[in-house]
């Protein structure tokens, strides 16, 4: 019961991990409908900003604002900058292809992964970085024989309270509407007067913080953070946003956090090795017997 | 200047006389430089076979298949396994790599193959890191985990041994000079322009009578079978196969060169695994750049070409005229 009680919370927490990256492609996708390959990437930028700021200022501003303060600092700074990025990509790598057709649009995604993860690579280094003891909180709650860490408890609010505040935003608002509008059908929803450009902005504005947030927490959780990282946390979390329905914002949310749990549950039980084949063949399963996803509704398609 | 050169292009003692020229070059290539860029153009034409036969999957049906490195890892395999374990020959093992992996295309794509376009993608990314997964917990210890197999023999024919970068060289140039011309011909076959009808317009293809589930696995399964021949190749000529040699990037590099070349265009294929192969070679002196590069290169091509370096010519009226010389 304990290792089920442990793992089902190792599960939220990778899973709100997931859910945070999912959310980033979802919003693209449903816009764009573009497979943004390097989201994964920009996550990993995220949490490698978080990194260089934390050794540079964490002594400083801890003795300031307190560790936690220190920390939420980090995470607004790689949040802003990775959001900077992901701008200036859709500026330099999407916007002028797009029209080209879907394709081109797949390549240049796959070029800007590329071009993230080695630029991460040159900057940091190829070895592995590790989040120094002296910005990661260690306490931790023991209930019984159940150890459950103060950091996976904060990071588990956070993500409660982020996820609620996007789910308002986009379900609840009028803008969170003209996204929903846009995502729906582009052509109509301009014609109602919305504005396409501030769409595109807001996605590939609060896409990207949120897998950089996502990246400072993977840092702070697992301390061990690679310029690579990006890649498998990035198609996990696509599976996620697939599991959920691709397009659909409570969809990315749910899938994210089931299938952490499903790859908790299946290394804690069965294999370490494997979860992650486990993982893709879910994916498989997912699309052949519900394409549309488990929130998904059927569409049919245009012709 | 480009009328002229479409003119050219057009004419075929033209076309005759350039893959004669092309032809003798390749025979020529070895004996006038150095071991060095014979071994490069072993590779040169180890990708051009792997962006032939992905380009018969993505460039004829438009299917997107970013997972090709597992069809090519199953043909290494399938060759490594069966050698070491059976002393089964290499050459011999060239078509029964290509059968396996086939025959594996058709088992995996069966359940998958109505989706479409992004979804298919990502399907075949995850069959790509499932392939490359299992071989790396090695099953029933049968795939060597990690490290992988070594000790693969070198191919022979009779007597003759090839082991010698030339004629690794010759080897593979054969058989992808072999493929080239039948996937050309392939283009105008009924299959061809029934492929060509799908990635255009699946649903009228459908609705003119059109098969389209079994064009589109009968596509899968002969890209995946000339990915197992390059399989074949490839673990002839290391003698030593490991899972860190088929990850995603390669997919994605195999990919790349379909897109770069041109899709459904043959000679743009050769062109687009030149560009790839020399990218590294040009960079050498910028090494540790050159991924960078690589990266922003292919934004910098599909924002000015986004049809390809060498798209593939649209068949017109008036083309099919002059080419059948009715006026």
Not at chain 1, 190 to 195: H, T
Not at chain 2, 184 to 203: C, F, H, P, V
Request: with cysteine; net charge positive.
């Amino acid at each position: 019961m304990i290792t089920f009680i442990q793992q089902f919370l190792n599960g939220l927490t990778i899973g709100s991990f997931y859910a945070f990256i999912a959310l980033g492609y979802s919003l693209v996708y449903a816009i764009m409908k573009l497979i943004n390959f390097a989201h994964g990437d920009l996550f990993a930028l995220g949490s490698y900003v978080a990194y260089s700021f934390l050794v540079w200022s964490a002594a400083a501003l801890a003795s300031v604002l307190g560790l936690w303060g220190a920390l939420v600092v980090a995470m607004v700074v790689a949040a802003i900058s990775v959001a900077i990025a992901g701008l200036v990509m859709e500026r330099v790598a999407y916007r002028p292809i797009y029209p080209a057709g879907r394709l081109p649009a797949v390549v240049s995604a796959l070029g800007v992964s590329i071009f993230i993860e080695n630029f991460i690579m040159l900057v940091w280094g190829p070895r592995y970085q590790a989040y120094r003891s002296s910005f990661v909180p260690v306490g931790y709650f023991q209930i019984g024989e159940l150890r459950i860490s103060v950091l996976q408890v904060v990071i588990l609010i956070s993500a409660v309270i982020l996820l609620g505040f996007l789910y308002w935003l986009i379900e609840r608002t009028t803008f969170g509407a003209a996204v929903r509008a846009t995502a729906q059908d582009r052509e109509t929803a301009a014609l109602m007067g919305i504005d396409f450009r501030k769409v595109i902005r807001f996605v590939f504005t609060v896409g990207p913080a949120l897998g950089a947030i996502a990246g400072v927490m993977v840092g702070l959780y697992y301390r061990q953070i690679s310029f690579s990282m990006g890649w498998v946390y990035g198609l996990k979390a696509f599976v996620a946003t697939i599991l959920g329905g691709i397009g659909n914002i409570p969809g990315a949310m749910v899938g994210g956090i089931l299938l952490g749990i499903l790859e908790a549950m299946f290394a804690g039980y069965v294999s370490a090795a494997w979860k992650d084949v486990i993982v893709f063949l879910v994916l498989m399963l997912i699309l052949i017997f519900r394409p549309r996803g488990l929130l998904g509704e059927k569409v049919a398609e245009k012709v | 200047m480009r009328d002229t050169l479409a003119k050219l292009q057009g004419k075929p003692s033209v076309r005759r006389a350039a893959v004669a020229a092309a032809v003798a070059v390749v025979i020529v290539f070895p004996f006038v430089t150095s071991r060095y860029w014979v071994d490069v153009a072993f590779y040169l034409g180890l990708y051009t076979l792997l962006g032939l036969s992905l380009n018969v999957i993505l460039g004829e049906v438009g299917l997107f298949n970013l997972g090709h490195a597992a069809f090519w890892a199953f043909g290494a395999y399938t060759t490594a396994i069966l050698n070491t374990r059976f002393d089964i020959p290499v050459l011999v093992l060239l078509p029964v790599s290509a059968l396996a992996t086939a025959g594996f295309a058709w088992l995996v794509t069966s359940p998958i193959i109505h989706l479409r376009g992004d979804y298919l993608c990502i399907v075949t990314i995850a069959l790509g890191e499932i392939v490359r997964l299992t071989l790396n917990n090695d099953p029933g210890g049968i795939t060597g985990g990690p490290n992988g197999i070594f000790g693969i023999d070198r191919p022979r024919i009779g007597p003759l041994v090839i082991n010698t970068p030339t004629e690794f060289y010759f080897l593979v140039w054969v058989i992808v000079i072999l493929c080239a011309w039948a996937l050309l011909r392939l283009q105008n076959s009924r299959i061809g322009r029934a492929w060509n009808y799908i990635r255009e317009d699946e649903l009228a293809a459908e609705a003119m009578g059109v098969d389209v589930r079994s064009l589109k696995l009968l596509a899968f399964i002969l890209g995946a079978g000339l990915a197992g021949v390059a399989g074949n190749l490839y673990a002839a000529k290391m003698m030593v196969v490991s899972p860190e040699s088929f990850v995603f990037l390669e997919s994605t590099i195999i990919f790349m060169i379909v897109l770069i070349g041109g899709m459904g265009s043959v000679p743009g294929t050769f062109l687009g695994a030149l560009v790839v192969s020399l990218f590294p070679e040009l960079f050498r002196p910028l090494a540790q750049y050159r991924m960078l590069i690589f990266g922003a290169a292919l934004v910098a091509v599909m924002y000015f070409r986004p049809a390809g370096i060498w798209p593939r010519r649209r068949a017109t009226f008036r083309s099919l005229r002059k080419e059948t010389g009715k006026a």
